[in-house]
């Protein structure tokens, strides 16, 4: 399975906007970009998912470079119920694509 | 819409005890799959059914750990005997066809303490 690198720990004012990155070099044509987040004593929440494009949904926007060894999920504006774990997942397209592996993810601290 | 249900939230037994987790899936739904949570090892996958049936169950610790999908509203998964290393949150996670693209909704959890 191709693998994910995050920043252990990030820190983030309220109201500002936050960028968490992902690197993803081994990355294969037909890999999907998911991100998940994990409130605390809750289970994972789908954020947003994405191939090539970037994209929008009303909880965030997903940058995907060009060629694709990384992307960025930009929260644009923190809010204290923001902080979580955020978890960068690679899905293949292969006999495994059902598969979700969770890395250990970037922990995202939001300050008032 | 409900989400997926989880039952019980929490749960401390003894050793040697059997316990059974339950998670019934969002309505309309043919994946589910099981995943277990620790300090340790992260998140991880047990098991995985498509349409009621076992697909993968490579992530299922050893023989004490079963799961079963009767139908398809309703999942179990039971340790006999438990031991003190399960401890762990385990949580139960429905989608609507399992592919790459999909997206996986995740229960609220059942936080096992085994004494």
């Known amino acids: 399975d191709a693998k994910t690198t995050q920043p252990n720990s990030m820190e983030s004012n309220e109201e500002e906007p936050v960028h968490l990155p992902c690197n993803h070099s081994t990355i294969s044509g037909t890999d999907y970009i998911h991100w998940y987040r994990q409130l605390p004593s809750q289970g994972p929440e789908y954020v947003i998912h994405?191939?090539?494009s970037n994209v929008n949904n009303r909880m965030a926007s997903l940058a995907i470079a060009e060629d694709r060894k990384s992307s960025t999920l930009i929260l644009h504006r923190a809010t204290l119920r923001d902080a979580a774990v955020y978890y960068c997942?690679?899905?293949?397209?292969?006999?495994?694509?059902?598969?979700?592996?969770f890395g250990k993810g970037t922990l995202l601290t939001v300050n008032p | 819409d409900a989400g997926v249900i989880q039952s019980p939230r929490h749960e401390v037994t003894e050793m040697g005890q059997e316990v059974t987790l339950r998670c019934k899936p969002i309505s309309g739904h043919n994946s589910l799959f099981w995943y277990r949570q620790t300090m340790m090892r992260g998140l991880e996958l047990l098991i995985y059914?498509?349409?009621?049936?076992?697909?993968?169950d490579s992530g299922m610790p050893e023989d004490r750990f079963s799961a079963k999908m009767p139908n398809a509203s309703f999942s179990t998964l039971k340790i006999q005997p438990s031991e003190p290393r399960d401890s762990a949150v385990y949580f139960c996670?429905?989608?609507?066809?399992?592919?790459?693209?999909?997206?996986?909704?995740f229960g609220p959890g059942t936080r096992l303490t085994v004494l």
């Open positions: 997942i690679l899905r293949d397209s292969g006999g495994s694509n059902y598969k979700l592996t």
């Open positions: 996670a429905s989608s609507l066809a399992g592919g790459s693209a999909d997206t996986q909704y």
């Open positions: 994405g191939l090539t």
């Open positions: 059914f498509n349409n009621n049936v076992p697909i993968d």
